[in-house]
Nanobody, 122 residues
Framework: QVQLVESGGGLVQAGGSLRVSCVGSGLTLASYGVGWFRQAPGKEREFVAAITPSGGNTYYADSVKGRFTISRDNAKNAVYLQMNSLKPEDTANYYC???????????????WGQGTQVTVSS
């Protein structure tokens, strides 16, 4: 059974930092591109960042470029999203998703986690 489990969310003040993690089980995450998405209340889920299976290429939404960094540790079957200079508008439920061999910035991913809540206070 494939599972992606996010963790590390929480409450942080504006300007602060947080790192969220995504750990896979039941799959070799090194073979998968992984994306991070977020969904705020009343809004559609949106792309945040993605990383190719080898970690050689990364992609970011314009709204987070320069503030967020996606990385991975294939030995730990994990992908991370380091979020710096957080803003209240970053408040959302953050999801990771996995897609075999590639990444896309759409939501065409095969496996999804349950999400972790990030709240940024002003």
């Amino acid at each position: 059974q494939v599972q992606l489990v996010e963790s590390g969310g929480g409450l942080v003040q504006a300007g602060g930092s947080l790192r969220v993690s995504c750990v896979g089980s039941g799959l070799t995450l090194a073979s998968y591109g992984v994306g991070w998405f977020r969904q705020a209340p009343g809004k559609e889920r949106e792309f945040v960042a993605a990383i190719t299976p080898s970690g050689g290429n990364t992609y970011y939404a314009d709204s987070v470029k320069g503030r967020f960094t996606i990385s991975r540790d294939n030995a730990k079957n994990a992908v991370y999203l380091q979020m710096n200079s957080l803003k209240p508008e970053d408040t959302a439920n953050y999801y990771c998703a996995a897609r075999l061999n590639t990444v896309v910035i759409s939501q065409a991913y095969r496996y999804w986690g349950q999400g972790t809540q990030v709240t940024v206070s002003s």
